[in-house]
Nanobody, 121 residues
Framework: VQLTESGGGLAQPGGSLSLSCVVS????????MAWYRQAPGKQREMVAA???????KYADSVKDRFTISIDNAKKEVYLQMNNLKPEDSAVYYC????????????????WGQGIQVTVSS
């Protein structure tokens, strides 16, 4: 199974960026997907998660600014990031996992390579 991210880059504060992640592999089924991020010197944190059915969960720091969505047919997950802040700067990772009782759990080894998002004026 491979997770391949695209998008990201540089944006000014208040700007927008979008990320995409496509899942490929033999007979891949999706239960839930998520976006994580890791800034230098900080732990990796979950930003947003979504189930195959479209149930979502967001970190408080990105609520009302970021939107996660999924295209089950394409096996692709997206993250639309609006009103970006400098503290959103990080390497963003796509994750494939499971959803149980409202909690997302990443599956071991099911991560993308990471993509840089920088918010700076």
């Amino acid at each position: 199974v491979q997770l391949t991210e695209s998008g990201g880059g540089l944006a000014q504060p208040g700007g927008s960026l979008s990320l995409s992640c496509v899942v490929s592999g033999v007979t891949v089924s999706i239960n839930a997907m998520a976006w994580y991020r890791q800034a230098p010197g900080k732990q990796r944190e979950m930003v947003a998660a979504i189930t195959q059915g479209g149930t979502t969960k967001y970190a408080d720091s990105v609520k009302d600014r970021f939107t996660i969505s999924i295209d089950n047919a394409k096996k692709e997950v997206y993250l639309q990031m609006n009103n970006l802040k400098p503290e959103d700067s990080a390497v963003y990772y796509c994750s494939k996992g499971t959803w149980y009782r409202g909690l997302y759990s990443p599956s071991a080894g099911r991560w993308g390579q990471g993509i840089q998002v920088t918010v700076s004026s």
